[in-house]
């Protein structure tokens, strides 16, 4: 197990790139679920707007 974790000399180097590599992916992930929260808010007040009812 100490030798996966050591990567043969460069863990130093694969370990962080592992972890920069999930933080960019774990915030596309947030960028995206808020994104596409707002567009369906927006959607639903211009549907709203579409059939003349006004804004709670």
């Known amino acids: 197990m100490s030798g996966f974790l050591d990567m043969g000399g460069h863990a130093a180097t694969v370990w962080p790139a592992y972890g920069v590599t999930i933080a960019i992916l774990v915030g596309l992930v947030v960028a995206s679920l808020l994104s596409s929260r ?16 006004r804004d709670p």
């Open 38 to 53: 707002r567009r369906h808010r927006d959607l639903e007040r211009l549907e709203r707007e579409t059939r003349g009812e």
